[in-house]
């Protein structure tokens, strides 16, 4: 099994990012998708994250401005981020449940001017 995120980077605030999560050896479109995001020196959180059917799922504090779709051809799922605040700066991660939590390593995203 094999997460892999890409995307990041640093934005001016106000600015937005697509994030992506490629998947392989997991059956993907049966799976719900999560997106997660860990700021220095706090605890992971959720993010986002997408079921098998499509229904998306947003934390309170990215609502409105941030959008989770999915590929399952592609096996892919990607956060469109857009009006980035300074707070949003952290390491985003995708997980796949599959018996067990996989991860990816994830990618940084840094929103500052």
């Known amino acids: 099994v094999q997460l892999v995120e890409s995307g990041g980077g640093l934005v001016q605030p106000g600015g937005s990012l697509t994030l992506s999560c490629a998947a392989s050896g997991i059956p993907f479109s049966i799976n719900t998708v999560s997106w997660y995001r860990q700021a220095a020196g706090k605890e992971r959180e959720l993010v986002a994250e997408?079921?098998?059917?499509?229904?998306?799922t947003y934390a309170d504090s990215v609502k409105g401005r941030f959008t989770i779709s999915r590929d399952n051809v592609k096996k892919t799922v990607s956060l469109q981020m857009n009006g980035l605040k300074p707070e949003d700066t952290a390491v985003y991660y995708c997980?796949?449940?599959?018996?067990?939590?996989?991860w990816g390593q994830g990618t940084q995203v840094t929103v500052d001017s």
């Open positions: 997408i079921n098998s059917g499509g229904r998306q």
């Open positions: 997980k796949m449940p599959w018996g067990r939590d996989y």
